[in-house]
């Protein structure tokens, strides 16, 4: 029996009129997502996230997802538009100008490694002239693409660069499971995306405080923002919050999302409503 990890659902999302709500379907390194909004209301109706074993065959995966579907009845593919986007770290980006499309394995495989059995995919960001490939699990990708035949793939780096940068500095830090994902933002420009593999909280202290040195930005003038998963009273809390000067948690919201609880604060429904702010 799976049991979700993050499952914020409203009481109204059974007689919900999915023509005119979208879905977004995130696939994770180890979990994957569902989240069903409403981008003219600016209202998300629910959202279930679920761990998974790195390593699944393609029966263990299609099983799981069918134990989600059958769990969550409004996790199918009757949206007015699915997207499936992305958010495991293996991509590049590329200025539009130099990219070249029959190039991409070799690259791919020179910035992450060896790449076996996985799906090619790239996004081309009219906003920021770049085109960002990327690979999603041969398995996963292929079994997402049955399920959800009119999904349009995305990644989330992708998504997040359709936006233009802040005007000011804004540095964004997200937890997932066992990733940190940093952002950088300043003078309307986008520093930094990256995403990186932790083990100890002193791990996401390091790429932190490693990625403002490496820009310049002094802790005194640069409020770092905390959203994801992560819970006030962990370790890794404390120690961000006793060695970065200007730590805030990040809870305005664009979206409204189902109420607020211990369990499921501000700050974690965060990480999904800035992706949903980009593709409303």
Not at 216 to 224: A, C, G, K, R
Request: proline share 4%.
């Amino acid at each position: 029996m799976l049991h979700p990890t993050i499952q914020i659902v409203s009481n109204e999302i059974e007689t919900l009129d999915t023509a005119n709500a979208y879905l977004l379907v995130q696939a994770g390194t180890d979990f994957i997502g569902f989240a069903s909004f409403s981008p003219v209301e600016k209202k998300v109706n629910g959202w279930v996230v679920y761990s998974l074993e790195p390593a699944s065959t393609n029966a263990q995966l299609d099983e799981k997802l069918s134990a989600v579907a059958a769990a969550n009845s409004w996790v199918h593919s009757n949206y007015q538009k699915v997207l499936l986007v992305q958010y495991a770290p293996g991509n590049v980006l590329l200025p539009a100008i130099l990219n070249r499309d029959e190039g991409k394995e070799n690259l791919l495989e020179l910035a992450h490694g060896p790449q076996q059995h996985q799906l090619y995919l790239k996004d081309i960001v009219v906003q920021q002239r770049l085109v960002n490939h990327y690979v999603v699990d041969g398995t996963l990708g292929a079994l997402l693409n049955r399920r959800f035949p009119k999904g349009e793939w995305w990644h989330v780096q992708s998504l997040l660069l359709t936006q233009n940068a802040a005007a000011g500095i804004i540095v964004t830090v997200t937890i997932r499971f066992q990733e940190v994902q940093i952002t950088v933002e300043k003078n309307g420009q986008w520093l930094l995306l990256q995403s990186y593999h932790y083990h100890t909280p002193e791990d996401v202290l390091y790429y932190i405080l490693n990625a403002m040195q490496q820009l310049e930005l002094s802790q005194e003038e640069t409020t770092v923002w905390l959203q994801g998963m992560i819970d006030q009273r962990s370790a890794l809390y404390d120690v961000l919050y006793n060695y970065i000067l200007n730590l805030k948690l990040k809870e305005p919201l664009v979206y409204q999302f189902p109420a607020a609880t211990e369990e499921h604060p501000a700050h974690l429904s965060a990480s999904l409503d800035q992706v949903l702010a980009c593709v409303s």
